[in-house]
């Protein structure tokens, strides 16, 4: 006697009836929707010499580290940096990202970052803002929106 068919298999011989019945949710791509119910969301990767050096800065704009890794002793790493639920991710792997990117931040406190960096907010017809360099060239533009 076969073995009956899962709905909701990921892995299958047959192709499953569409749309899955049983699948509580509907997606155009059910074979690569396998992480129910988690956000989407953008990571931007800054390209850095030394990541504990970059995650060190960074915690002055109050993100923590979330996560370091190394395939093995010695070799680059790629760090999580996590501040509520912005992350960026840090990476000393070459081809990753290219220098001098520019991303764009828009968080709560900026007046307060400006002070904690010695730098001067400025006022945009869409927020209040800063332009920082990190300690590899990269460039970070924070805005906290007009209310």
Do not use: K
């Given at each position: 006697m076969p073995a009956p068919m899962l709905r909701c298999a990921f892995l299958s011989l047959a192709p499953p009836p569409w749309p899955p019945?049983?699948?509580?949710?509907?997606?155009?791509?059910?074979?690569?929707?396998?992480?129910?119910?988690?956000?989407?969301?953008?990571?931007?990767?800054?390209?850095?010499?030394?990541?504990?050096?970059?995650?060190?800065?960074?915690?002055?704009?109050?993100?923590?580290t979330e996560s370091e890794h190394r395939f093995a002793?010695?070799?680059?790493?790629?760090v999580t940096v996590a501040r509520d639920s912005v992350r960026l991710f840090l990476s000393e792997h070459m081809g990753d990202a290219r220098p001098d990117t520019l991303i764009y931040l828009r968080l709560r406190d900026v007046d307060a970052i400006a002070?904690?960096?010695?730098?001067?907010?400025?006022?945009?017809?869409?927020?209040?803002?800063?332009?920082?360099?990190?300690?590899?060239?990269?460039?970070?533009?924070?805005?906290?929106?007009?209310?």
């Open positions: 019945p049983a699948c509580p949710r509907r997606s155009a791509h059910p074979w690569r929707d396998n992480i129910r119910g988690m956000d989407e969301v953008v990571i931007p990767i800054l390209r850095v010499a030394d990541a504990r050096v970059a995650a060190a800065w960074y915690a002055r704009l109050g993100f923590t002793p010695g070799l680059p790493a790629f002070v904690e960096f010695g730098a001067q907010a400025e006022d945009a017809p869409w927020a209040r803002e800063i332009e920082l360099r990190d300690p590899d060239g990269n460039r970070l533009r924070i805005g906290t929106p007009h209310a």
